[in-house]
């Protein structure tokens, strides 16, 4: 009897246990992350359990796609020395497909608890397998690697994502795309299957044997596992585009057509300038902002093929090393675009003070062109109408029933040329004085 007041503790703990107790909830067993480039859409993510950079078990809690963001998330924790990659899908941004297989241990996660896939946490976990140190041997190693000329790179925004961060993290995010461009290099130079895999994994090799190397090395010599070796020129590296240029343009605006964004790995000044193309001399460029030379009229091509369609190369330029990127303008006729209406919330109206008949607002609508808006009209309710002149929103009938809530209607208004669209407009309501602002929300 001496050891039950041991026994009955232990008992308890293995009852609460079984019944669930000090287990979490299970709408939180779930791994999110981001796969990052740009972000990248569409992309397979998996566990990749026999750690050979293939998607070998395809039991849905281990497989995945990212969304339209780059984000993916499997529906259970992972274990810490799981290993997460990523292939395929295309860049958000440049619409591209993606050539890479990114690469992350679960363990390594960013200050918000996710896991981010990016050419840091590639080059840092093949890293971590090629040498079978710790993740933090690893992260100080490629740290150390990147701070080349006296840099410092912590080794926390290894784990990050270095998109969110590229205003504040400038020099992170830059060389997040020269590792990229190694890696291109490499890819060029060995010509086996999983390419993007084998070259990461070349690098943080050639890392690993070279303890003092750093990414501000003019030339970095590589020995890939089929014996190859050869050597990776920085000066050969080019600018990136981040996004494709906007395309289609409205006929009659003289604003510019795009704005190009593009980066050095290196961080030399980028330059821009039109150097062909079928439609260049219609162009002019201006800082990093492309113009029509003339308003374009679209019952007037002024394009080689007098279809409204323009092609222009630019040329982008960091003084050592260019690229040149065909950019095509569809001009559109302002009788095929459709008005622009304006989710809004009106002032409050009070169900005593607001008398009936009253115009209590409209919602925000740009309509381009020439065209006039013709009709307004208001989805079906007993309290509001609308001017089908002017948009503005009449109080019919008496809301107290609406006391207290955020009613909500949707408006549409048509233009001359045929085309409609939509917005939700949103009616505060209180009884008594119109500053009281406790709401409910309500559709009617």
């Known amino acids: 009897m001496k050891n039950f007041r041991y026994i009955l503790p232990i008992i308890l703990t293995i009852l609460f246990t079984a019944c669930g107790g000090g287990s979490s909830d299970n709408s939180?067993?779930?791994?999110?992350?981001?796969?990052?480039?740009n972000y990248i859409k569409n992309a397979t993510v998996c566990i990749d359990t026999n750690k050979n950079n293939l998607c070998s078990d395809e039991s849905p809690e281990n497989i995945t796609t990212t969304d339209e963001n780059g984000v993916f998330s499997f529906p259970k924790l992972l274990n810490n020395d799981d290993v997460i990659i990523a292939y395929d899908g295309k860049d958000i941004k440049t619409l591209e497909s993606f050539p890479y297989i990114l690469k992350n241990i679960a363990s390594n996660k960013d200050s918000n608890n996710k896991i981010v896939l990016s050419s840091l946490t590639t080059l840092t976990t093949d890293y971590m397998l090629e040498t079978h140190s710790s993740l933090s041997t690893a992260k100080t190693a490629i740290a150390n690697f990147l701070g080349g000329s006296g840099e410092n790179i912590d080794t926390n925004i290894l784990s990050e994502d270095i998109i969110a961060k590229r205003d504040t993290q400038t020099e992170e995010f830059l060389k997040s795309l020269k590792i990229f461009q190694m890696v291109k290099v490499i890819n060029d130079n060995n010509n086996t299957s999983l390419q993007s895999a084998n070259s990461f994994k070349a690098l943080a090799k050639t890392i690993s044997s070279n303890p003092t190397l750093t990414d501000s090395s003019a030339t970095i010599q590589v020995e890939t596992d089929n014996n190859q070796t050869f050597d990776i020129n920085q000066s050969s590296f080019t600018p990136?585009?981040?996004?494709?240029?906007?395309?289609?343009?409205?006929?009659?605006?003289?604003?510019?057509?795009?704005?190009?964004?593009?980066?050095?790995?290196?961080?030399?000044?980028?330059?821009?300038?039109?150097?062909?193309?079928?439609?260049?001399?219609?162009?002019?460029?201006?800082?990093?902002?492309?113009?029509?030379?003339n308003t374009p009229n679209y019952a007037l091509p002024q394009d080689s093929d007098q279809n409204n369609i323009y092609t222009l190369d630019i040329n982008i330029s960091n003084g050592i090393t260019s690229e040149i990127k065909t950019i095509t303008v569809n001009v559109q006729t302002t009788s095929t675009v459709p008005p622009t209406l304006t989710d809004t919330t009106l002032a409050t109206i009070s169900s005593t003070q607001t008398p009936l008949g009253s115009y209590i607002g409209a919602t925000s609508i740009t309509n381009p062109g020439d065209s006039a808006i013709i009709l307004y009209e208001i989805s079906s309710n007993a309290y509001f109408d609308i001017n089908t002149t002017t948009g503005n929103i009449i109080l019919e009938n008496n809301v107290s029933a609406l006391d207290n809530t955020r009613a909500t209607v949707t408006v549409k208004a048509k233009n001359s040329a045929g085309w409609s669209n939509e917005a939700t407009v949103t009616i505060p309501v209180v009884n008594g004085d119109v500053n009281t602002t406790k709401y409910n929300t309500r559709d009617i």
């Not at 939180?28 to 480039?37: E, L, M, P, Q, R």
């Open 240 to 293: 990136v585009l981040l996004s494709t240029p906007t395309n289609s343009f409205l006929e009659g605006l003289t604003s510019p057509i795009t704005t190009l964004d593009a980066v050095d790995p290196n961080a030399h000044p980028i330059s821009y300038s039109i150097v062909d193309g079928a439609d260049s001399s219609l162009f002019t460029i201006s800082d990093n902002k492309i113009y029509f030379k």
């Open 28 to 37: 939180n067993d779930t791994t999110t992350g981001v796969a990052v480039d």
